[in-house]
Every structure is written in structure tokens, then in C-alpha cells.
């Protein structure tokens, strides 16, 4: 098993993230997840793809926490 047989296609990726090869190309077009050229073609690393997810993962806060956060601004 060689590198490239790690690498993801954009269709996967858009698999794996449940969104449209349409959002991918979008993603890459704005630099906002890494990728691999191989050729004209753009690859994934399977890490970059976990990266990318664990970057934009929203945590859930408590209403405590919220009013604590704005109370301090205010």
C-alpha cells in the first residue's frame, strides 16, 4: 500500500463530510482545508480531512456559561 492509495478524491471527502463535491471545491478554492496536487488533480489526506473537521467543531455551552461570558463585556 502506497501513499496514494491513502489519498482521498474529492467525492469522497464530500462523502465522508455528508456535503456536495460542489462545498468541497469551494473549501479548496478558499484555502480553507488542506489538500494534495497530484498532477491537475487534487487530493485528501485522511488527516486533513479530520483536521479540518476537528477545527470547525462548534462545543455546546450552558446558559451559565453564556451569561458569565456577556456579563464580563458588559
Not at 460542489?22 to 485528501?44: P, T
Request: charged fraction near 25%; hydrophobic fraction near 50%; proline fraction near 5%.
Amino acid at each position: 500500500m502506497t501513499v496514494a492509495d491513502d489519498l482521498l478524491t474529492p467525492g469522497e471527502v464530500a462523502a465522508h463530510l455528508r456535503a456536495t463535491p460542489r462545498f468541497v471545491r469551494r473549501l479548496v478554492a478558499e484555502r480553507r482545508i488542506a489538500y494534495v496536487k497530484v498532477g491537475r488533480l487534487v487530493r485528501f489526506e485522511p488527516a486533513a480531512v479530520a483536521a479540518y473537521i476537528a477545527a470547525n467543531r462548534v462545543v455546546p455551552t450552558s446558559r451559565a456559561e453564556l451569561r458569565r461570558q456577556f456579563g464580563a463585556v458588559a
